[in-house]
């Protein structure tokens, strides 16, 4: 699976953005995918992830409310609607697939990874 972030970009905060990663390949639709960010000096963190099927969705507690993870599987792609962004959001934005159906907050469930599309929030 390749995995192509998008949709980055400079917001102001509490503004909106909708991240898109599209990914290559026919299986996309077995694989639970995941969004993950890193700011500048710091570790990778989990932001949000999604079944293979769609219902079941996990977010950090930092996006609870804010963000929204949803995917297209007929389109090959998932979403991440960003609403009410904080200077605290700023970073680069990762998606990620996981053939596994435990673990999807962790970064080591995940097998592929797309490039990132950075997000910045500043006024």
């Known amino acids: 699976v390749q995995l192509q972030a998008s949709g980055g970009g400079l917001v102001q905060p509490g503004g909106s953005l909708r991240l898109s990663c599209a990914a290559s390949?026919?299986?996309?639709?077995?694989?639970?995918m995941g969004w993950f960010r890193q700011a500048p000096g710091k570790e990778r963190e989990f932001v949000a992830a999604?079944?293979?099927?769609?219902?079941?969705?996990y977010y950090a507690d930092s996006v609870k409310g804010r963000f929204t993870i949803s995917r297209d599987n007929a389109k090959n792609t998932v979403y991440l609607q960003m609403n009410s962004l904080k200077p605290e959001d700023k970073g680069v934005y990762y998606c990620?697939?996981?053939?596994?159906?435990?673990?999807?907050?962790?970064?080591?469930?995940?097998?592929?990874w797309g490039q990132g599309t950075l997000v910045t929030v500043s006024s």
């Open positions: 990620a697939a996981s053939p596994t159906n435990w673990g999807l907050t962790r970064r080591g469930t995940y097998d592929y």
């Open positions: 999604i079944s293979w099927s769609g219902p079941a969705t």
């Open positions: 390949g026919r299986t996309f639709s077995t694989y639970n």
